[in-house]
């Protein structure tokens, strides 16, 4: 067990780094967490008293990056560099982490761990990325292939490999694979807004019923739909689009709302939040129109989009 632990530890930070490992029981108010340079957690008396600890019912779980050194508490600010890329696959775990690894969208990941039965968490060595960069890939990450859209925290804690997971009865035993031992950069993630959009439409899109009859409206819908499944460019198809409606009185302008609203919508309905839809819809506009009136276009798609959401609930 602690051997597990350490050498994953090993692997995913560097000596003498601080690093948080974080305490949490099921009964417990509050987490314990100790933040601690790396030597002496990886030493054969700590490993112990890790293993005790979670041998009572305490979950281990490190963070995911390491700690500015002094640091005390395990904050956004105390964060000291990128280290990893991770998403968190909670449901239909398998066929996701099948499709991730055999997308050509994201190299092999560093470090796969299963958490419990068909849950994985799955983490890449990087460098060279910034905070912000960091947040965006990971937002991409989970819209590309399912996971858990809160887990792009730079201060996430992720599950330690050879403890007990003790959220279940009875315990499930945290393993991990190491398919790649590459560090690999923003070059290596080809997750543009297209890209995913293209993912997650093919699912839409093969779920649609077809209709009797469709209005010109659903006709455009579903073209756009099929056309984003095939990895259409958003650009080229907001052009194509705007060709094909030349009656509207402003066809440019209804293309790109078309375009837009349908990855909108269904980055609600997978748990992205309303302000990481805005921004998506921001970074795919924001070549093409003044920065000012592509935000708050975004800001209105993104209310749009939540509309039809909540129309279908009623309906």
């Not at 990056?65 to 449901?91: F, M």
């Not at 201060?155 to 945290?174: C, S």
């Not at 293309?255 to 992205?272: C, F, H, K, N, Y």
Request: one cysteine or more; aromatic letters at 8%.
């Amino acid at each position: 067990m602690s051997q597990v632990a350490a050498s994953f530890l090993r692997r995913c930070f560097a000596p003498d780094e601080t690093i948080a490992i974080l305490l949490r029981r099921q009964d417990a108010a509050a987490p314990m967490q100790r933040v601690v340079r790396l030597e002496p957690v990886l030493e054969m008396r700590y490993m112990a008293w890790l293993s005790y600890e979670n041998g009572t019912g305490a979950n281990v779980y490190a963070a995911a990056n390491p700690l500015r050194r002094g640091s005390h508490k395990r904050r956004k600010e105390s964060i000291a560099s990128v280290r990893h890329l991770y998403i968190d696959i909670d449901t239909d775990g398998d066929a996701r982490l099948a499709a991730l690894r055999a997308s050509e969208l994201v190299p092999p990941p560093t470090s796969i761990l299963s958490t419990s039965r068909g849950k994985y968490q799955v983490l890449w060595r990087v460098e060279g990325f910034d905070f912000a960069r960091q947040e965006q890939t990971l937002k991409l990450l989970a819209i590309a292939f399912g996971g858990d859209p809160a887990c792009t925290d730079c201060n996430r804690v992720l599950r330690v490999p050879g403890f007990l997971n003790r959220k279940y009865d009875p315990p499930y035993k945290v393993t991990v694979e190491y398919p790649d031992d590459s560090i690999w950069t923003p070059d290596d993630f080809q997750l543009d807004s297209v890209a995913v959009d293209a993912m997650r439409f093919a699912c839409a899109s093969s779920s649609r019923k077809p209709s009797l009859k469709r209005s010109h409206s659903e006709s455009d819908w579903s073209w756009v739909l099929h056309e984003l499944a095939h990895g259409k460019d958003a650009v080229t198809l907001t052009h194509e689009l705007a060709s094909r409606r030349s009656d509207k009185p402003n066809p440019l302008y209804y293309a790109q709302r078309t375009i837009d609203v349908a990855p909108a919508r269904l980055w609600l309905i997978e748990g992205s939040s309303f302000e990481d839809v805005i921004t998506m819809l921001e970074s795919r506009r924001c070549h093409e129109l003044p920065v000012a009136l592509c935000s708050a276009r975004a800001r209105e798609i993104a209310v749009t989009a939540q509309r039809m959401i909540a129309r279908k609930k009623t309906a």
